[in-house]
């Protein structure tokens, strides 16, 4: 069932929109999801270039024709609305609609700029290794239901395929980019505990100098849900993976059992705990992908910075 939900969240990319809701995380831990995340944004659906056909983009020179563009705004334009998120009648609901429109454009160009990348370092997907991924996917939720989902989303076989592949390009250019990305890293295990204001952590620390037992205080007054039920624990991790900058640098300044001094970050005033560190430890699964993510999203940003792009549809707010 997640292969499935995963196909669709890359090719059709509707169904997902009302069954992944968002996630609860620490607000110390940076996030995984959204731009970063190992998966494309809209793929454009492919076109056979005519002079006659007005465009929605130029991306170094190749097009994005405006049918095709207006073709997938309407599909996420129908799922949301479908699923109750855009209400049209709404002033709010026409603004989300231009935001959508802009994220539907600005994921084709990402694709369009990715593929190109890709033929560049002579990254290709062949028809037979489509082929095999659709029929694996099809052989595990049914001949059925996979036509059942075209003819909900309007989506021809041929259309389902080329979306497949524009899948397997984005996945293969993610590896190539990430490739170099150590799977070790040197990590400290910590823990803290995230209070609102100055004072009260001073109080807290007092506690803590005192022999106060750090988990106990940390599941009693820290306002990270996400850890403070597990006594303020962040578990291993290397540097730059973090939100709060100022908790990762306090971590790796100190030595096992040793507890930080106040510190504040725009999150609010922490103390921080390391338990342990180690100088070379494997990552864990999500942390390296958190890490490749973070390099991928670093290498997109510069094909977003020199491409050429044109623009022929308004889309700003």
């Given at each position: 069932?997640?292969?499935?939900?995963?196909?669709?969240?890359?090719?059709?990319?509707?169904?997902?929109l009302a069954a992944c809701g968002p996630e609860t995380a620490s607000p110390v831990a940076a996030p995984t999801t959204?731009?970063?995340?190992?998966?494309?944004?809209?793929?454009?659906?492919?076109?056979?270039?005519?002079?006659?056909?007005?465009?929605?983009?130029?991306?170094?020179?190749?097009?994005?024709?405006?049918?095709?563009?207006?073709?997938?705004?309407?599909?996420?334009?129908?799922?949301?609305?479908?699923?109750?998120?855009?209400?049209?009648?709404?002033?709010?609901?026409?603004?989300?609609?231009?935001?959508?429109?802009?994220?539907?454009?600005?994921?084709?160009?990402?694709?369009?700029?990715?593929?190109?990348?890709?033929?560049?370092?002579?990254?290709?997907?062949?028809?037979?290794?489509?082929?095999?991924?659709?029929?694996?996917?099809?052989?595990?939720?049914?001949?059925?239901?996979?036509?059942?989902?075209?003819e909900e989303n309007g989506l021809t076989l041929e259309e389902v395929r080329e979306g497949q592949r524009a899948t397997?390009?984005?996945?293969?250019?993610?590896?190539?980019?990430?490739?170099?990305?150590?799977?070790?890293?040197?990590?400290?295990?910590?823990?803290?505990?995230?209070?609102?204001?100055?004072?009260?952590?001073?109080?807290?620390?007092?506690?803590?100098?005192?022999?106060?037992?750090?988990?106990?205080?940390?599941?009693?007054?820290?306002?990270?849900?996400?850890?403070?039920?597990?006594?303020?624990?962040?578990?291993?991790?290397?540097?730059?993976?973090?939100?709060?900058?100022?908790?990762?640098?306090?971590?790796?300044?100190?030595?096992?059992?040793?507890?930080?001094?106040?510190?504040?970050?725009?999150?609010?005033?922490?103390?921080?705990?390391?338990?342990?560190?180690?100088?070379?430890?494997?990552?864990?699964?999500?942390?390296?992908?958190?890490?490749?993510?973070?390099?991928?999203?670093?290498?997109?940003?510069?094909?977003?910075?020199?491409?050429?792009?044109?623009?022929?549809?308004?889309?700003?707010?």
């Amino acid at each position: 069932m997640q292969k499935y939900k995963a196909f669709l969240g890359l090719t059709l990319a509707l169904l997902l929109l009302a069954a992944c809701g968002p996630e609860t995380a620490s607000p110390v831990a940076a996030p995984t999801t959204g731009a970063n995340a190992e998966g494309p944004p809209p793929t454009p659906i492919p076109a056979s270039p005519t002079p006659e056909r007005p465009l929605a983009a130029l991306v170094n020179g190749q097009p994005i024709y405006l049918v095709d563009y207006e073709r997938q705004v309407a599909r996420y334009e129908a799922a949301r609305v479908s699923h109750g998120e855009i209400d049209l009648s709404t002033e709010e609901g026409q603004a989300r609609l231009l935001e959508l429109r802009r994220d539907v454009l600005n994921g084709m160009i990402e694709q369009v700029l990715i593929e190109q990348a890709a033929a560049q370092q002579g990254i290709t997907v062949s028809d037979a290794e489509v082929d095999a991924a659709l029929n694996q996917m099809i052989a595990e939720i049914g001949e059925e239901a996979f036509q059942q989902q075209l003819e909900e989303n309007g989506l021809t076989l041929e259309e389902v395929r080329e979306g497949q592949r524009a899948t397997m390009i984005y996945q293969k250019v993610f590896e190539w980019v990430t490739s170099s990305v150590p799977e070790r890293a040197e990590q400290v295990h910590a823990r803290h505990i995230l209070v609102d204001t100055q004072e009260e952590a001073e109080q807290l620390l007092a506690q803590l100098q005192a022999g106060a037992d750090f988990a106990e205080l940390a599941r009693k007054y820290s306002r990270d849900e996400t850890t403070r039920e597990a006594g303020g624990d962040l578990g291993w991790f290397p540097r730059g993976v973090l939100l709060s900058t100022e908790v990762e640098e306090a971590a790796f300044s100190l030595n096992p059992g040793q507890i930080s001094p106040v510190i504040h970050s725009p999150l609010g005033y922490h103390i921080v705990q390391v338990l342990e560190r180690d100088p070379d430890r494997p990552l864990n699964p999500e942390t390296l992908h958190q890490i490749k993510s973070q390099v991928f999203q670093e290498w997109l940003e510069s094909l977003w910075a020199e491409a050429h792009i044109e623009r022929f549809v308004d889309v700003s707010p």
